[in-house]
């Protein structure tokens, strides 16, 4: 009789040992999917914003500024879903547009220089304005 309840607390004991590692797996499952999420979100932003960013400066191109209109355009394009990914063009002293083609904006003159600066949403991180600003110097 004394064997038998031994043997019943030890086979208890090992339950109790299962079942508080398999609750430490799945913490440590649903823990590690969050970082992950944030990791790729973050890596999504950084990737999205690196294609536009490579443009930006205070002696820009013509030549660039127009394939920056046309990143920008095929970007709107391909995002007429995602607002959230949606980038307004600030061309000289005009109003914003969300373009979605080259033909909506005047083309940047290849001999002059330009100033590019990008704005980004605070919340999301994504690069909602591009303002675009012939130099003054190139008048």
Do not use: C, H, P
């Not at 913490?27 to 999205?48: K, L, P, R, W």
């Not at 920008?72 to 990914?85: F, P, Y």
């Not at 979605?100 to 590019?116: H, I, N, R």
């Amino acid at each position: 009789m004394e064997n038998a309840s031994k043997a019943l607390i030890i086979a208890g004991a090992i339950l109790l040992s299962i079942l508080i590692i398999s609750l430490g797996i799945m913490i440590f499952t649903q823990a590690s999917s969050v970082v992950d999420n944030n990791a790729m979100d973050e890596v999504a932003v950084t990737t999205f914003n690196e294609k536009f960013r490579q443009y930006e400066g205070n002696s820009v191109r013509g030549a660039n500024v127009n394939a920056l209109i046309q990143r920008i355009a095929q970007n709107n394009l391909t995002n007429a879903d995602d607002e959230s990914k949606r980038i307004t063009l600030v061309f000289g002293s005009g109003e914003g547009k969300k373009i979605t083609s080259t033909s909506e904006v005047d083309k940047a003159q290849t001999g002059k220089t330009y100033t590019v600066k990008s704005v980004s949403d605070s919340k999301s991180g994504y690069i909602t304005k591009i303002e675009v600003t012939l130099n003054s110097d190139d008048d």
